[in-house]
């Protein structure tokens, strides 16, 4: 199985699937480090992705994906995957990938990206991914609200997986 913790920046993608990754003894990846030297750099300036910035990337990802998949188990990847579009491509059809959308407030967000350091991302985006989000329906993700700590973020998102499985 796949799991790719999706969501706008700030969101927690990233300790969420540290947390994940370590409490299913898996490997994680994050989705932004696959990201190109230009794409951060466009990001750390304040200026938001296109379409054509993020499908390099994304293909990038894919790729990952599919080296996980040869290799077999679990593992868990992140990547914001805004648009419906995106996650396709990332799960290409295939039914052992699954999508872990990670839902907060504007205002929780902006005061999570406020306190954030070391970060390409510029703060100033936010509304920007909030605008190209396409939040994915019950039949594409497991959604898990991010007003909790990440540890029960990680309970409520294992306590879905069993319960898909049953």
Known sequence: MILIV?????AGKTRVGELLAERLGCPFTDGDALHSDANKDKMSRGIALTD???WPWLRSLRVAIEQQQRAGGTAVFTCSSLKRSYRDVLCHGDSDVVFV???GTFR?????LGHRTGHFFDPSLLQSQLNTLEEPGLDEA???SIDEPPERIV?????RLAARTR
């Open 6 to 10: 999706m969501g706008v920046s700030g």
């Open 52 to 54: 054509a910035d993020r």
């Open 101 to 103: 959308y990670l839902k």
């Open 108 to 112: 929780l967000l902006r005061a999570r």
């Open 142 to 144: 497991i959604t898990v």
């Open 155 to 159: 309970d409520r998102v294992l306590e």
